[in-house]
């Protein structure tokens, strides 16, 4: 199983990213899968949650209206639209595999995570 | 949402001894509990889920324990790479949040 997060780096506030996170290893379209994101010296904070099929999505207060979440089952790809960044964005965004077969996740994998940095 | 609190933050032991961090939810989460260890640089490594499942590779020494608000995380004689920081996290609901985290440094 490898997760590999790609498309952070430093944007201004109020500026967009998109970031991907490509899955390997595992048969993609079984699983849900999360945002999760750290910032520099703090805690993890979930973010987004999809479905298998992308029928059900949902956010934290903090994104929601900003970030978007889909998923490419066919590219085995995970996606977050990020929009209207802020400072308190700045952070490691991880994406995590629920190993769960409910709405009771259990992140069992995590990528190495890629840095989104918002500053003027 | 439902709040998480770990206790201690930080924690000072020695290779061998037996320690203990705690987590209490600000609501009932029945069983629905999961603990990550993380070492610095690295991303979060699932312990263990449903409260007292150990993951498929983690080492027996680790356990964990509790329902409803209060759970533990024990680890049973700390080795030298058990060094880390530990986070407990309910899946009960959304937002999915996080306890601020338990450091365990070496004494």
């Known amino acids: 199983v490898q997760l590999v997060e790609s498309g952070g780096g430093l944007v201004k506030p109020g500026g967009s990213l998109r970031l991907s996170c490509a899955a390997s290893?595992?048969?993609?379209?079984?699983?849900?899968m999360s945002w999760i994101r750290q910032a520099p010296g703090k805690g993890l904070e979930w973010i987004s949650y999809?479905?298998?099929?992308?029928?059900?999505?949902y956010y934290a207060d903090s994104v929601k209206g900003r970030f978007t979440i889909s998923r490419d089952n066919a590219q085995n790809s995970l996606y977050l639209q990020m929009n209207s960044l802020r400072d308190d964005d700045t952070a490691v965004y991880y994406c995590?595999?629920?190993?769960?077969?409910?709405?009771?996740?259990?992140?069992?994998?995590w990528g190495l995570g890629t840095l989104v940095t918002v500053s003027s | 949402d439902i709040q998480m609190t770990q206790s201690p933050s930080s924690l000072s032991a020695s290779v061998g001894d037996r320690v203990t961090i705690t987590c209490r939810a600000s609501?009932?989460?029945?069983?629905?509990l999961d603990w990550y260890q993380q070492k610095p640089g690295k991303a979060p490594k699932l312990l263990i889920y449903?409260?007292?499942t150990l993951e498929s590779g983690v080492p027996s020494r680790f356990s964990g324990s509790g329902s409803g608000t209060d759970f533990t995380l024990t680890i049973s004689s700390l080795q030298p790479e058990d060094f880390a920081t530990y986070y407990c996290q309910q899946s009960y609901d959304t937002p999915y949040t996080f306890g601020q985290g338990t450091k365990l440094e070496i004494k």
């Open positions: 449903v409260a007292s």
């Open positions: 995590a595999r629920d190993k769960s077969t409910s709405w009771y996740p259990d992140f069992d994998y």
């Open positions: 999809i479905s298998r099929s992308g029928g059900t999505i």
């Open positions: 290893g595992f048969t993609f379209s079984d699983y849900y």
């Open positions: 609501q009932t989460i029945k069983t629905y």
